[in-house]
């Protein structure tokens, strides 16, 4: 079996070293109220005069976006920006529930087609399994791949890349799929050239 290059460096790193490994950086996850205030705040910021609301989104459509966001400031923000840019390229001036949910299936088809084959298949893996996480071994397993802990580098990279969200509870940690890459996820693809899922950063 041909290994990722994020995995392969894993196995490079003693054990110890790699447990010790700092973990990323986990914002505390918002309640949708919060997250509107967030939105709120940021377009009075260009607005020539304040408002009280979302405009152009209306608050389900706010409400959507942070359901999908998981609550974590991140991913809301960048929901709603591409969100507003798919709006522009429909033509939508104001944004409910069914405007935001067509907008949004946008930006999952413009992201689905910028997600590499190896990427793809990893992602259909995670969604069939619920994600990859400590006390959850099928995706690994699927995958051919060893412990949970050797693999953080690529889903640690996933996430960089907004695919993947990580979600901290009690005795572990949980990857799933973002999702702004369900539409990626649906589309299984070859796992013949594994290694090189991390090529482009490489370069």
Known sequence: MIEPIALRRARMLPKWELKQTPPQLQLPVLKSEELREIAIKTFNLARQEERADAFPFDDRAIAEIAAKSYGIPRQFNLNCADVLEAAVRL????????????CFADVQATISADVEAQVRQLLYVAQKHGGFSQDNRR????????????????????????????????????????PRAEKAAQQPASLADKSDVLDSREG
């Not at 033509?91 to 067509?102: I, N």
């Not at 699927?142 to 979600?167: A, H, I, K, S, T």
């Open 91 to 102: 033509g939508y001036e104001t944004l409910d529930a069914e405007a935001f949910a067509r």
């Open 139 to 178: 995706a690994l397993d699927e995958l051919n791949w060893g412990d949970f802990l050797e693999v953080l580098p690529l889903l640690d990279y996933l996430v960089q890349r907004d695919l993947m969200v990580r979600q901290d509870y009690t005795g572990g940690m949980r990857f799933v799929i973002s």
